[in-house]
């Protein structure tokens, strides 16, 4: 098996009903290693690049409304990598098939998830599907700085940027 990395996203029903804790000691099963971690707020834009290629699904507005926090009034989201040996299937496995009702009951989403009134399925977490989706995803969602591990080649700017640091008593 090869060593990879996923990523791993508690979408905002998870945090809603504060799953985190539940979702963070099945995933520590695995005993992949996770190399970075983070809550965010989830932007329009970026949840447009994620789902990119679920343009054209009928259910895709709802699934934007979704990871944008719009359903749950809850914007935030925890973003996850884990590294390791077959760390892709492993996750996904714990996690569960996309369709929570078909999804093993003991998994993440079998145990959490549930089909809304709209039909859109509200499956706690996001997990990688492949190597070239991983590598796109993380990308999307961290920064090289932000990761404990020299996972993609990435080169040094110098920017001239406005940034927040904290402020002195
Ligand atoms: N989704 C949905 N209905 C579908 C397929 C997908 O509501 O028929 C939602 C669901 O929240 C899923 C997300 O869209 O997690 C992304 O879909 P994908 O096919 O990538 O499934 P995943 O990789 O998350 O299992
Ligand atoms: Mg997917």
Not at 29 to 39: D, F, H, N
Not at 59 to 78: D, Q, S, W
């Amino acid at each position: 098996m090869e060593e990879e990395a996923t990523l791993v996203i508690i979408k905002p029903d998870g945090l809603k009903k504060s799953l985190t804790g539940n979702v963070l000691s099945r995933l520590s099963e695995t005993k992949l290693k996770i190399i970075g971690s983070k809550v965010i707020k989830v932007n329009r834009d970026l949840a447009e690049k994620h789902y990119s290629h679920l343009k054209k699904e009928p259910f895709y507005p709802e699934l934007i409304k979704y990871i944008t926090g719009a359903l749950h009034g809850e914007n935030r989201v925890m973003a996850l990598i884990y590294w390791g040996k077959g760390a892709i299937g492993k996750v996904r496995e714990i996690a569960g098939t996309t369709n929570p009702e078909e999804a093993e009951p003991v998994s993440v989403r079998g145990a959490y998830g549930r089909i809304l009134t709209t039909g859109l399925f509200e499956n706690v977490i996001h997990a990688s599907s492949s190597p070239s989706e991983a590598e796109r995803e993380i990308k999307l969602w961290f920064d090289p700085g932000e990761i404990v591990m020299d996972l993609y080649p990435s080169r040094q700017v110098d920017l001239n940027l406005k940034t927040r640091v904290w402020q002195e008593k």
